[in-house]
């Protein structure tokens, strides 16, 4: 593409951008009904096959939609197959807001006192949204986990903050073909992209992530100007599993806009759309890049969920800022796990403990 810029400089620039944001919006509703680069079978499950696929995994499943102003929740998994009606969608709108508002004011206050002060509404929120779900939520006796398919209005749910919905927890796009089709695939390499050392810190927290995790793995390691987008590309597109410490951002206008900061800039939703998934595992150490913007039909955009669009089976991202020692911390804790066997949701489950901040990050898609 070349963009020929006339008299005007910096305004003219702003509205070729504009103009191209637009295009790229529109994209993803013009694209061929057709499987996505690296996807296999998207046709829609059965009942008996849900309930089987739960079943296999000790899953729960609870799917939330709204329907002229009333939450709506289909339960499976625990014998007990219903829908119920949770309550006014108002009443959920205010919890949801309510609960990430609390969340994101954790990760930027630093005041001892003040902190324990937005723990405490933390904690309050979590179990007042957890108290509107409850009688959704499969029996805990028969499911150890629970993947939650939420509706639009509750796209910003730090999930895994939520009493009785841990586990594994799926967002907008993974829906629920995917939990019955999708089986454990073996570990292969990592390719580890990972960003320059961050001016300001003593040591780069990226860096010495992506080299723990490569050595755990075994896998290829890539920093500084080897972690390029082609690069990242290029390990998204082959089978394996993928571990990205970087920062990454969220954009709530363009949500084909949020983007993984590398070496020779960003990468993009909308590129990594058009170049095709498939890894079987996708950890994103970076901020805010499981968040997702709810469109109509209750389908969301975001980088999480085009990576499981276009053919992912699994991705661990984070719902809100995590700061990058904290990130830097949990990520081998997490991958010692996936190399025990666990599934991601459990994984996470051990290696978060108590921490609300470690708690933002989720497992998408299958677990």
Request: aromatic residues 4%.
């Amino acid at each position: 593409m070349t963009l020929a810029l006339a008299d005007g400089g910096v305004p003219a620039l702003y509205r070729a951008s504009e103009r191209w944001r637009s295009v790229a919006r529109r994209l993803p509703w013009v694209v061929p009904d057709a499987p996505p680069p690296g996807a296999t079978d998207l046709r829609p499950a059965s009942l008996p096959a849900m309930r089987a696929g739960l079943r296999a995994r000790g899953a729960g499943l609870v799917s939330l939609m709204r329907h002229r102003g009333t939450l709506y929740a289909i339960t499976l998994g625990d014998g007990r197959d219903r829908l119920s009606q949770p309550g006014p969608e108002e009443i959920w709108r205010e919890a949801a807001s309510r609960i990430a508002a609390d969340a994101l004011a954790l990760t930027r206050v630093r005041e001892p006192s003040l902190r324990g002060v937005v723990r405490a509404s933390l904690d309050r929120s979590a179990r007042q949204f957890g108290d509107l779900l409850a009688p959704a939520v499969p029996a805990a006796s028969r499911c150890a986990q629970v993947v939650v398919i939420p509706s639009e209005i509750l796209g910003p749910v730090p999930w895994r903050l939520v009493p009785g919905a841990g586990g594994a927890s799926a967002r907008g796009r993974p829906r629920g073909h995917r939990l019955a089709r999708a089986g454990r695939g073996p570990a292969r390499p990592v390719r580890t992209p990972a960003p320059p050392r961050s001016p300001g810190l003593p040591f780069d927290p990226a860096a010495v992530e992506a080299a723990g995790v490569a050595s755990l793995r075994g896998g290829v390691l890539l920093t500084g100007p080897d972690a390029h987008r082609a690069a990242l590309l290029r390990a998204f597109s082959s089978p394996g599993v993928v571990h990205v410490a970087a920062h990454g951002t969220h954009h709530e206008q363009s949500p084909m806009f949020s983007a993984i900061s590398l070496a020779d800039g960003p990468a993009y939703a909308h590129t990594i759309q058009q170049a095709g998934v498939r890894a079987e595992l996708i950890v994103l150490s970076a901020c805010e890049v499981g968040r997702a913007q709810p469109r109509p039909g209750d389908e969301a955009l975001g980088l999480t969920a085009a990576l499981l669009a276009c053919g992912g089976r699994t991705v661990v991202a984070a719902c809100g800022p995590v700061p990058d020692a904290t990130a830097a911390a949990m990520m081998p804790a997490l991958h010692e796990g996936l190399l025990a066997g666990l599934d991601a949701a459990t994984a996470l489950e051990r290696c978060a403990g108590d921490d609300p901040v470690h708690r933002l990050f989720c497992a998408y898609g299958a677990a």
